[in-house]
T-cell receptor
Framework: QKEVEQNSGPLSVPEGAIASLNCTYSDRGSQSFFWYRQYSGKSPELIMSIYSNGDKEDGRFTAQLNKASQYVSLLIRDSQPSDSATYLCAVNWGRDDKIIFGKGTRLHILP | DAGVIQSPRHEVTEMGQEVTLRCKPI?????LFWYRQTMMRGLELLIYFNNNVPIDDSGMPEDRFSAKMPNASFSTLKIQPSEPRDSAVYFC????????????FGNGTRLTVT
């Protein structure tokens, strides 16, 4: 049973375009959702957290959450070559503090 | 703020040897997580602690793995005996308020078992 699913990619997006990353999760009780970015050979770093249905914007990044559809997404506007990385979706499991990660989507921004 | 500190950064050992990975969480954080990352399986949760107490160790692959947190500022992950399939990057992460706060990751330990 897959718990947190992401398309592994690579997702190639032209510089300046919008990159759209998607994630689905299987536990309806999950309450906390996170997007992390991981550069090759580095540790994951937080981009966005979202806890309520709807959109949350932070600079060029927008996280979208739909709990009814068990779906969370990340939009990156005006994509830059420095955005090329693996993006990890993370979800708390049910009402626990256990945080489960998807396998990540590799994003490649084409100059 | 020094961040989460892990040691060693790299560890190369022979099959059958004991390996100990160390982690110092951010001061004031009461949750500590151990993850293992491989290309095939991604970032897998091994175990997590709250207030130094193990809460969920269901991700620990087998009895060869053990983790302790003797105090709020130190945790270890031990593998004995090590096997080649244990080769991975092991991350420690800490947070406070559990699921309501993001994780802060250490730089990881790259383990190679030959």
């Amino acid at each position: 049973q897959k718990e947190v699913e992401q398309n592994s990619g690579p997702l190639s997006v032209p510089e300046g375009a919008i990159a759209s990353l998607n994630c689905t999760y299987s536990d309806r009780g999950s309450q906390s959702f996170f997007w992390y970015r991981q550069y090759s050979g580095k540790s994951p770093e937080l981009i966005m957290s979202i806890y309520s249905n709807g959109d949350k914007e932070d600079g060029r990044f927008t996280a979208q959450l739909n709990k009814a559809s068990q779906y969370v997404s990340l939009l990156i506007r005006d994509s830059q070559p420095s955005d090329s990385a693996t993006y990890l979706c993370a979800v708390n499991w049910g009402r626990d503090d256990k945080i489960i990660f998807g396998k990540g989507t590799r994003l490649h921004i084409l100059p | 703020d020094a961040g989460v500190i892990q040691s060693p950064r790299h560890e190369v050992t022979e099959m059958g040897q004991e390996v100990t990975l160390r982690c110092k969480p951010i001061s004031g954080h009461d949750y500590l997580f151990w993850y293992r990352q491989t290309m095939m399986r991604g970032l897998e949760l091994l175990i997590y602690f709250n207030n130094n107490v193990p809460i969920d160790d269901s991700g620990m692959p087998e009895d060869r793995f053990s983790a302790k947190m003797p105090n709020a500022s130190f945790s270890t992950l031990k593998i004995q005996p090590s096997e080649p399939r244990d080769s991975a990057v092991y991350f420690c992460a800490s947070t406070w308020r559990g699921r309501n706060s993001p994780l802060h990751f250490g730089n990881g330990t790259r383990l190679t078992v030959t």
